[in-house]
Every structure is written in structure tokens, then in C-alpha cells.
């Protein structure tokens, strides 16, 4: 475990193993223990990094930079602070969108991606359209109205018209409107 800075937060990352490098990219509602069993078993043979994103239980909230492109250059200042060399991406939900932002920015800098997705890819003009318009609202909203404002809309939007990866009939929705409105999740 260490705590890296990069592009002017404090991540906290794990890298372990020795050979070909893979990186590992969790998406909103997952942490850095998402991908335990893979880890495991890709470590033997894999030198394997993992970093919590921003707002994601040990590396903290920072108070802004949230975008695609800001975790994007998260994602080129860890992979440059670890002097990582081709990697292959695994990513998981909303990490399938950064890794793909930073394949394209860095074609020749990566070996290939891996990604689990669920809309995140599917139509992903599409999917990227939404999230800005839902990003645009829910930073209205914090702007104008505050925190309590903007969770309460989470609560009644998140899943419906923002954010559609939000469950709806889950006990994780309340965790999910919690680390969407500005609170870390575990």
C-alpha cells in the first residue's frame, strides 16, 4: 500500500507482482476491492496496479475534479509515477469510460483493454451525452442549492433520469447517493 500524488490529490494505490503490467480501473460504485480475486490470481505472473479514484475510500474526496478528463490524467499521472510500460487496462463500469479516454489520447501506450461494462459502452456517445447533461444539473444544483439539495434530488432522480447506473430497489442505492453527493464510499 502507498499513497501517490498525482495530478494534485493523494491516491491511494497497491502494486504488486512482477512481469507484463496490467492496471486496474473500478468504476463508481466499486472500490480497489472489486477486484481482490483477480489480483490474486494475476499478481503471480503480472506486476498489477490498483488505485482507489477519486472519492473512493482511502484516497479521499477532493473537492472537485470529477470529470472524464481530469481522471483520465489521474489515470496517465499514476501509470507515469509507477513507470508503467504497456499496460493492458482492466476496467469495470465508469473506469471502462477512463480507460478508453486514455487509450485514445495514448494509443501506442497501452497493450489492449479489458472491459466489463454495462452501459458505459453500449452507445457510448450516448452514454458519455447523459453523463455530462446529469453532471451539468447535479453542479447546478450543489452550486445554487447546496449538499442536502442535491442529495435530496439524487434520492429522488439517481437510477431514473440521472445516473442510471444508480440502483433503484437496492441497499446499496443510499451508498451510491451518498458517494455521488460528495461523500466517500467504502
Known sequence: MT????????????????????????????GIDYWEHQIAEFSQDHRC??????????TGMPPFGFSLENQTKDLEALVAHFKISDPVLVAVAFGTTIAANYALRQPAAI??????????????????????????TVVRILETEGRDALIEFLRREAGRSVYLVVPLDSPIREACIQMFGGHPVD
Open 111 to 136: 497493450t489492449g483493454i479489458a472491459m466489463v461494462a454495462w452501459s458505459e459502452m453500449h452507445e457510448a456517445d450516448l452514454y458519455l451525452r447523459r453523463w455530462i447533461r446529469a453532471s451539468d
Open 49 to 58: 496496479l490498483i488505485y482507489g479514484r477519486r472519492g473512493h475510500r482511502r
Open 3 to 30: 499513497m501517490v500524488h498525482a495530478n494534485g490529490w493523494d491516491f491511494y494505490c497497491e502494486i504488486v507482482g512482477n512481469g507484463p503490467d496490467l492496471v486496474f480501473v473500478h468504476g463508481e460504485i466499486h
